[in-house]
């Protein structure tokens, strides 16, 4: 029989977001965050590839990135609903990381599968901020797809793209449990 970390499945187990909305000062200092982002790149990666990279956004950064939103949503006729939400996101954020997925050349590993490791490390640094106590929440929004927004404020490259932007801070409110997936429809057991 394995070996059973039972804190680590009681963790899985009840693992809850926390909305960014809720997250506020303080936020992981540096060495903390430094912790947290090596759990993250402890992730599966076939090929030992790496495609994925990580941005640190601290309060001036998302300031910026804030104002930069309202002329990208004119000129992609974004409605202001949307675009509210999306300025809010970077104003009222204090910290976040982006898990940029950035592939590799490869002739061995397709870039889907490459797509999935940067996914990976977005779910990773996600649990790894929640099981060291800080709120944490996985985001995007319609300014993360956007090349010109990813490229002149990211400093992304053509062959990247943002895979998530995990925020962190100190959560104000504990959010309810919401409805898990019925697992009876969505397991299909094989036996032959």
Known sequence: MPTRNQAALDFLLTRRSRPAKTLRAPVPDRATLEVLLTAAARTPDHGKLEPWRFIVLEKPALTRLAAMIPARADALDIPEDKLDKAIAQ?????????VVDSPAASEKVPQIEQTYSSGA??????????????GANWLSGWASHDRTFCKDGLG???HERVAGLIHLGTETS???????????????WVSQ
Do not use: F, H, I, M
Request: include cysteine; glycine fraction near 2%; charge should be negative.
């Open 156 to 158: 992304l490259a053509d």
């Open 121 to 134: 490390v977005c779910l990773s640094l996600l649990n790894a901020a929640l099981a060291a106590g800080w």
């Open 174 to 188: 504990a959010p309810p449990e919401r409805p898990r997936p019925d697992l009876a429809q969505k397991v299909t």
């Open 90 to 98: 970077y104003r009222d954020a204090d910290l976040a990381v982006v």
